[in-house]
């Protein structure tokens, strides 16, 4: 089973910041989050992964609370090409990826 | 550097066929992974292979399904006798040791 927790689904204005929630609160010390999101049945595109700092890249930045019991995942400039399904997943590497739910992000005009 | 390659994109068999989905890694990547999802599902992990290895096949189906990853060559997902429950999206994703995963768009196999 999946050690997150995400809403079922968001909206987003498209050109404001979309922000993610993930809960992970039996998160273990050599476990990373990963975030990775699928656009309408596509492959699965990696975004970006953290262990316990902050992390920004090209296409997002995550915040990973002190305890790092949750985190939180920021597309700074939300685009409707942004619509997806998000999943947040933790992990000590990417053998096994235990995919969840994850959130249903709709960007509207 | 292209991307995980898989094909066919699309496959439809007969009930009792055979169904081979190729996956060609990442140039430098020496793990496979594959994961199968469902009409309205989530991915579910299936297998996770190195060159002439599988390391963790715990979600692979007991019976029918088997995957391989030669020396040379792309990796193999085959479903024999497939029913109509096998339809779904397979995808393979590719990563060095030790580094992220990378996926493939998916084959779409479809059992009538």
């Known amino acids: 089973d999946a050690k997150t927790t995400q809403p079922t689904s968001m909206d987003c204005a498209e050109g404001r910041a979309a922000n993610l929630p993930c809960n992970h609160s039996t998160i273990s010390g050599n476990e990373y989050v990963y975030w990775y999101r699928q656009i309408h049945s596509q492959g699965p595109q990696y975004i970006i992964h953290?262990?316990?700092n902050n992390e920004t890249n090209e296409m997002a930045s995550l915040i990973i609370t002190e305890d790092r019991k949750s985190s939180t995942l920021i597309l700074p400039h939300a685009t409707l090409r942004d619509t997806a399904v998000y999943y947040c997943i933790v992990s000590e590497n990417t053998d096994k990826l235990i995919f969840g739910t994850g959130t249903r992000l709709q960007v509207f005009p | 550097n292209a991307g995980v390659m898989q094909n066919p994109r699309h496959l439809v068999r007969r009930r009792g066929q055979e169904a081979r989905l190729r996956c060609s890694p990442m140039?430098?990547?020496?793990?496979v992974y594959w994961y199968r999802q469902l009409p309205e599902e989530g991915l579910k992990f299936m297998v996770y292979l190195q060159k002439e290895n599988i390391i963790d096949e715990s979600g692979m189906p007991k019976e029918r399904f088997s995957a391989e990853f030669p020396k040379e060559g792309p990796s193999i997902l085959r479903i024999q006798q497939v029913v109509r429950g096998d339809s779904a999206a397979y995808f393979c994703?590719?990563?060095?040791?030790?580094?992220?995963?990378?996926f493939g768009q998916g084959t779409r196999l479809t059992v009538v």
């Open positions: 994703a590719s990563s060095p040791p030790g580094s992220k995963a990378f």
């Open positions: 140039k430098g990547h020496s793990h």
């Open positions: 953290g262990l316990k």
